[in-house]
């Protein structure tokens, strides 16, 4: 677990410093904004969607490193991946932040996004690491609001 946690602030400086797939894309046939009021985080996520594969994804925003490395990660995640795979993944990575601290993630299936388990222990934090798939799940049922972590 301390490896994990020594990973963990290094994900976190290296893609709040350089977040892959920043920018928008063009054209986009998926948006949505998301918005995390505790903490400030903003994010407009773009998805191009073709036969229910996510074909190219990227996000705009400001927030805190934790939410805008989260985001990055996702989109690094999620390019290539089928809609139901990206829905199943959504429901994994929320369970993995909010399961207890100390419970081992599975390193297999979550990969790279099992550092995240980071933010469990601390409640605040569990919104910015969500913001992101939260926003991505809004994107995919094309609702155009903005969506609020509270
Ligand atoms: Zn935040």
Redesign the pocket.
Known sequence: MDELRELYQQVILDHNKNPKNFGKIEPANRTAEGY?PL???RIDLYLQVEDGIIKDISFEGA??A??KASASVMTTVLKGKSLAEAEQLFRKFQKLITSEPGAEPDLKEMGKLAIFCGVREFPL?V??AGLAWHTMVAALKNENKTVSTE
Do not use: V
Request: glycine letters at 18%; a positive charge; proline letters at 0%.
């Open positions: 995390n903490c400030g985080d927030g805190c934790i939410s934090r919104k910015c």
